[in-house]
């Protein structure tokens, strides 16, 4: 009896045994539940408001697990690097992103420190061309020192004081290129109160000159590049015969100054003819 007992009790530990191993094994085998974005934001209130609000790509292409794959602690990091999927441009290979792009889920917010060049050329690379090849105290700055914020252009008065009272801040871009500042060029309709706020000695004389320069613009002459001096041939010709010109070479000789023509003060006239010496006087005998 005792013995039937025991074999009883055997079978049914035997019977218990089989059924764990196998709820294990269905267990093991059962699919896996995959995590959405909706169990993500049960614990993460930030990241999928900040996607939300600013993830511009990472709210429309991405999901929370494209990037994040699987939860600790079935994965150790499932924080992923940006290589993940920004990897074919320049740009994607430097390293730090986050040293601009400060939060990966509002990545076009753009936060820079003002010693930032490298990072800015990896994409702009005309810019730091013409800063290269032109010289200037801009060459010395770094990008994010006038670009403090992604996509900022500043107004140049930022930093510079304009010409004179009539310039805005708008006009300066009409003759400085802020990469190339001090090669300065200029549009045909550019209006003469641009030049006198630097040459008030020739604009003050070519607005009271009486000849038919007064009606002609500063750019006319001075075509397209500042400090280009034109000839007076290349509007002129030659209007006198050769004789005269091998012996008057410099139009100026006859014509004074371009924005005072034929106009001379008191000092520039010739001076009188010296008096004949005095007779001494004879005496007589």
């Known amino acids: 009896m005792k013995s039937t007992v025991t074999l009883m009790k055997t079978l049914i530990m035997a019977a218990m045994l089989m059924g764990t191993t196998a709820l294990v094994a269905v267990a093991a085998d059962a699919p896996k539940s995959a995590l959405t974005s909706n169990d993500c934001v049960k614990c993460h209130t930030n990241p999928p408001a900040d996607i939300a609000a600013n993830g511009g790509a990472h709210k429309t292409a991405v999901s929370c697990q494209d990037c994040h794959a699987g939860h600790r602690p079935m994965v150790k990091n499932n924080v992923p690097l940006c290589s993940q999927c920004h990897s074919d441009k320049p740009h994607y290979k430097l390293a730090n992103c986050q040293r601009c792009h400060n939060n990966p889920h509002t990545p076009k917010i753009i936060k820079l420190a003002n010693n930032i060049t490298e990072e800015c050329v990896s994409c702009h690379s005309p810019q730091i061309v013409q800063l290269k090849q032109n010289p200037s105290k801009h060459t010395k700055l770094a990008c994010s020192f006038c670009h403090n914020i992604h996509g900022k252009i500043p107004l140049c008065t930022q930093c510079h004081k304009p010409h004179g009272n009539e310039m805005g801040s708008a006009d300066c871009k009409r003759c400085h290129k802020a990469h190339m500042p001090t090669v300065v060029t200029y549009a045909s309709d550019t209006a003469n109160k641009m030049c006198a706020p630097c040459h008030a000695k020739a604009s003050e ?21 500042h400090k280009m001096v034109p000839t007076c041939q290349s509007c002129h010709g030659a209007p006198h015969p050769a004789s005269m010109l091998a012996r008057f070479t410099k139009c100026g000789e006859c014509h004074s100054i371009a924005h005072d023509l034929n106009r001379w003060d008191s000092a520039a006239k010739p001076a009188a003819a010296p008096a004949a010496p005095a007779k001494k006087a004879v005496k007589k005998k």
């Not at 070519?206 to 006319?220: M, N, Q, R, W």
């Open 205 to 225: 004389l070519h607005s009271k000159t009486a000849t038919k320069h007064k009606a002609v613009a500063c750019v006319t002459c001075h075509k397209d590049k």
